[in-house]
């Protein structure tokens, strides 16, 4: 198994499914989808590439994250399906990898790019651990 050092949140800057993620990433030439997770607006989760596999998607940290793409243009918001399914994987997979808050970071982190449209902080905020009073 690979050695998961952070989740790399995407947006795929268009309302749609991983479907059409595979042909545009297959149109450049990669051999499919280069997220492992996607999830769609009405908050399916699709499953992209398997974990154990080294994703496309946040040149040079490829072979030590998992990448997840919410399939909408987040900058217009995203559905509130869509939300809560994020914020499932993302504390589910943080789980497993024994991840922290601040391990979970922008794809524009390790890009040229505003990927991924919405303030991480948001997400941030919705996955950390809730104190106890």
Wanted: charged letters at 25%.
């Amino acid at each position: 198994m690979r050695e998961i050092a952070a989740l790399v949140i995407h947006h795929a800057a268009a309302l749609t499914t991983l479907d059409e993620i595979d042909k545009w990433h297959r149109a450049r030439g990669w051999r499919g989808v280069g997220y492992h997770y996607v999830v769609e607006p009405d908050g399916r989760l699709r499953l992209g590439r398997r974990e154990d596999e080294a994703g496309a998607h946040a040149r040079g940290r490829n072979h030590d994250t998992i990448g997840i793409c919410v399939a909408v243009d987040a900058r217009d918001g995203i559905p509130s399906a869509a939300w809560d399914q994020l914020v499932s994987l993302t504390r589910d997979l943080m789980r497993r990898h024994g991840l922290t808050v601040d391990e979970v970071i922008p794809h524009f982190a390790v890009g040229a790019t505003e990927c991924p449209g919405f303030p991480i902080e948001d997400l941030h905020e919705a996955i950390a651990p809730k104190a106890v009073s």
